[in-house]
T-cell receptor, first 113, second 114 residues
Framework: GAGVSQSPRYKVAKRGQDVALRCDPI?????LFWYQQALGQGPEFLTY????????KSGLPSDRFFAERPEGSVSTLKIQRTQQEDSAVYLC???????????FGPGTRLTVL | GENVEQHPSTLSVQEGDSAVIKCTYS??????FPWYKQELGKRPQLIID?????GEKKDQRIAVTLNKTAKHFSLHITETQPEDSAVYFC?????????????FGKGTLLTVNP
């Protein structure tokens, strides 16, 4: 079946613009995670959903970052008033349950000029 | 919170040799330890994982060992091939409640020279 998909794959934004990144998890996967991967670093946790409930948002770096998963499937990560330090690859992962393997999407590479 | 240290940051081996990557973690409550392989510009892909109730797991040329007392775990790749060249990440997770998030190491760039 289809894996985790993300769109857009690449996004260039001018500083101060708002962006929205989309994640389509594997069908039926309950858990959904967002990670931020800076160049040459490992992914860092941003937020976690179980179905539509956002159970952990401790990794969101500021109140400019907002994530939602209103129907328990597709998720959107929104970044308001983008800054240069927001430039990174944003990875989405889903898993069947809470203790299962996390499957990653291809990521969205965000560049803020 | 959890902290995962990974060494070495780069590793170069000759084809056919073995490669070992080591990680340590700080939170004794962590109980799930996956290893991901990430090729340039691609998504991380799980290659092997281990849970805290076992000490070793093997899958063909890849093995992982876990020492809970010392809080460290290692990835072993035998008979390396050029296609093994990639960045490898270790990670740790506590599981349970809302603690499913993975904490990753900084990665090891493995280069297998033909």
């Amino acid at each position: 079946g289809a894996g985790v998909s993300q769109s857009p794959r690449y996004k260039v934004a001018k500083r101060g613009q708002d962006v929205a990144l989309r994640c389509d998890p594997i069908s039926g996967h309950v858990s959904l995670f967002w990670y931020q991967q800076a160049l040459g670093q490992g992914p860092e946790f941003l937020t976690y959903f179980q179905n539509e409930a956002q159970l952990d948002k401790s990794g969101l770096p500021s109140d400019r970052f907002f994530a939602e998963r209103p129907e328990g499937s597709v998720s959107t990560l929104k970044i308001q008033r983008t800054q240069q330090e927001d430039s990174a690859v944003y990875l989405c992962a889903s898993s069947l349950g809470s203790v299962n393997e996390q499957f990653f999407g291809p990521g969205t590479r965000l560049t803020v000029l | 919170g959890e902290n995962v240290e990974q060494h070495p940051s780069t590793l170069s081996v000759q084809e056919g040799d073995s490669a070992v990557i080591k990680c340590t973690y700080s939170d004794s409550a962590s109980n799930y330890f996956p290893w991901y392989k990430q090729e340039l510009g691609k998504r991380p892909q799980l290659i092997i994982d281990i849970r805290s109730n076992v000490g070793e797991k093997k899958d063909q040329r890849i093995a992982v060992t876990l020492n809970k007392t010392a809080k460290h775990f290692s990835l072993h790749i035998t008979e390396t091939q050029p296609e093994d060249s990639a960045v490898y990440f270790c990670a740790a997770s506590k599981g349970g409640g809302s603690n499913y998030k993975l904490t990753f190491g900084k990665g090891t760039l493995l280069t297998v020279n033909p």
